[in-house]
């Protein structure tokens, strides 16, 4: 089992910055092998895919943050990163950690980080 917390989340002003942090703990064994991403929930919204790091740090971005959020991972650390960058008040959501893996199948979800920006 594997256990995700994010942190890093606040309230900004339009124009700002933020990093949240997701730290994995648990049976991180196969992590390394495992793909990671961002997701976000507005209210009264569906959850969505913001950024995806694979293997090899391979990585795709919602084209609403595209050039302006960056995904990264430290696999000593079994710790991912969201620098966002420019934020706008439609950047306002929860923000949740994912890990999922193939084999062996599993899927993660943290709890989820508050991301507000002011205007």
């Known amino acids: 089992q594997v256990q995700l917390v994010e942190s890093g989340g606040g309230l900004v002003q339009a124009g700002g910055s933020l990093r949240l942090s997701c730290a994995a703990s648990?049976?991180?064994?196969?992590?390394?092998?495992?793909?990671m991403g961002w997701y976000r929930q507005a209210p009264g919204k569906q959850r969505e895919l913001v950024a995806v790091?694979?293997?090899?740090?391979?990585?795709n971005y919602a084209d609403s943050v595209k050039g302006r959020f960056t995904i990264s991972r430290d696999n000593a650390k079994n710790t991912m990163y969201l620098h966002m960058g420019s934020l706008k008040p439609e950047d306002t959501a929860v923000y949740y950690c994912?890990?999922?893996?193939?084999?062996?199948?599993?899927?993660?979800w943290g709890q989820g980080t508050q991301v507000t920006v002011s205007s």
């Open positions: 994912n890990v999922r893996n193939l084999f062996p199948s599993y899927v993660y």
């Open positions: 648990g049976s991180t064994s196969t992590l390394d092998f495992a793909a």
């Open positions: 790091i694979r293997v090899g740090n391979t990585t």
